[in-house]
């Protein structure tokens, strides 16, 4: 599924009238019935509605859906946020009146006690601002949107809710929290970050009669799905043997963080590494033996033996600790490195401070302070604009970067964004990373390129986490749950893609 932002969604409308000779009014009534088909899901008894409009196209669509839940027999009420002068909806107007709905502006006297009476209907319609909205909303707009949020009354934002950025998901000084967001066309960054992902509610994206040929351009962005991840996982044959399914070298794990080679070499193991060698202190190499007999072991190696090991992927970082003699051990062992690596956790301050990553093809797997750290930057920086720090990391670096979140991104040079779809809040957790790291090395050393294995762990550690849920409950699960759960996760992918074909 494509992501749109603002910019390239405006295009695709344009492109929509000019070219294919869809009139504008004809887009606005489909916008506002596939959002009035949501409303009858969810009041599908009728109910009393009010629907919150701005001046532009976003207020359009919010009258034109007045008018067909008025003409279904649900009680409705229109408050537009601006003076009647200021319309740009005329025709719209004309046909709500005479639908029989008579809408309240903002320069009426009735304006403020209708607000007030916002938490006396079963359902709010958001259509104050669209996508295109910038800047910080005041006047009228603002007050809008506290109204509506503290009506306590289940809202439903049209296209985007009002009030967040459709390209950063971050608040224009105030947004509505949405219950259901439903948007047009394609998804958009907003869905998936910062602000954007809590006020948006139940997401659903509406088709309105956008030439396909339009949605399927490329944006630059997707997010992936289970067919997206499923034709690219490896294969295993019938007559493979260990050898043929990737050999990983694990440099991580310290005496007070030996978890972090335990959990790495779980996931590399479950995700079908077909030989594993975990390299470290002896303490943690004690350890990673005394859960995983499966492992080969490396206590205490020096760099000759490390570069000189047969493995096909490194794995570097996790649970490392910040000592001056480990970043020194890094800086020597990427100057030797030329196969490809997985950089993580605390090689990745390592390489902050350096500016050195091995020299073969590598994943960064940064969360949004180490890409702070990376950029230069902060954390606040990153989450103010994932999408643009994941693009800036990789401009930077030159390699694929992961950008650990709530929707996790991967960004790769000459490839599109990749964004995830899976996972849940119970990821929150030490060690959550350290699995998502083993997975995506055990992907490169079974033969797949560090994009397409990026994107595919994230999606894999999140459905693992997702079954999780399922299994054992929302939060208090273990990273280590997670890693038990990859065998089925891969089933549960490899079963919806080929459903899909």
């Known amino acids: 599924m494509r992501i749109a932002t603002a910019d390239q969604m405006r295009r695709i409308d344009r492109r929509a009238i000019e070219e294919f000779g869809i009139p504008s009014r004809v887009l606005m009534e489909r916008a506002g019935y596939a959002v009035f088909q949501k409303i009858q899901e969810i009041l599908p008894d009728g109910g ?77 319609v958001d259509a104050l601002l669209g996508t295109g909205a910038k800047g910080e909303v005041k006047g009228d707009i ?49 869905l998936f970050c910062n602000d954007g992902l809590e006020c948006s509610g ?46 990983v070298l694990i440099l991580a794990g310290s005496n007070r963080m030996r978890g972090a080679a335990v959990l790495c070499a779980k996931a590399a193991l479950r995700s079908g590494a077909g030989l594993l060698t ?7 190499c004690a ?56 950089v993580d956790a605390d090689a990745l301050n390592s390489v902050a401070i350096d500016k050195k990553l091995p020299k073969g093809p590598c994943v960064l797997t940064p969360h949004p302070g180490e890409m702070g750290r990376l950029l230069e930057s902060s954390a606040a920086d990153v989450e103010a604009n994932r999408f643009a720090a994941a693009e800036q990391a990789v401009e930077r670096f030159g390699q694929t970067v992961l950008l650990k979140g709530r929707h996790s991104i991967v960004a790769s040079p000459g490839q599109d964004l990749v964004v995830n779809s899976t996972g849940n ?16 090395a055990s992907l490169m050393a079974q033969g797949i390129d560090p994009y397409e294995a990026a994107a595919c762990g994230m999606f894999w550690h999140g459905l693992a986490a997702d079954l999780c849920v399922q299994e054992i409950g929302s939060i208090g699960y273990s990273p280590s749950e997670v890693a038990q759960a990859l065998p089925k996760a891969r089933d549960t992918i490899i079963e919806k893609c080929n459903s899909d074909l």
């Open 48 to 124: 009393s509605i009010a629907v919150v409009c701005g001046k532009g196209n976003n207020g359009g669509d919010g009258l034109v859906i007045a008018r067909l839940a008025n003409e279904a027999g649900y009680f409705v009420d229109c408050l537009v946020a601006s003076p009647e002068a200021n319309s740009r909806s005329e025709e719209l107007l004309h046909a709500l009146r005479t639908a029989g709905v008579t809408p309240t502006f903002a320069d009426s006297e009735y304006w403020v006690p209708r607000l007030q009476a916002l938490a006396s209907h079963d359902l709010i």
């Open 142 to 190: 603002a007050n809008a949107i506290h109204a509506i949020n503290q009506a306590g009354t289940l809202v439903l934002a049209v296209d985007v809710p009002s009030g967040i950025d459709c390209d950063t998901g971050t608040t224009l000084g105030a947004a509505v929290v949405a219950d259901v967001t439903v948007t047009f066309g394609l998804a958009k960054p907003f």
């Open 202 to 247: 139940d997401w659903s994206i509406a088709e309105i009669g956008f030439p396909s040929q339009l949605l399927d351009n490329p944006t630059g962005a997707t997010l992936i799905d289970h067919r997206w991840v499923g034709e690219k996982l490896p294969v295993r044959t019938l007559g493979s043997h260990k050898g043929n399914n990737g050999h």
């Open 278 to 284: 975990v390299a470290g202190p002896e303490e943690v």
């Open 287 to 342: 350890a990673v033996a005394f859960q995983l007999p499966e492992a080969l072991l490396l206590p205490d190696p020096t760099i000759k033996e490390l570069t000189n090991h047969r493995a096909d992927v490194g794995l570097f970082g996790p649970g490392l600790t910040h000592d001056e003699a480990i970043r020194h051990l890094l800086l020597n062992l990427f100057e030797q490195w030329d196969r490809p690596a997985v």
């Open 425 to 440: 809040s119970g990821l929150a957790t030490g060690g959550s990373g350290d699995v998502l790291a083993g997975i995506i």
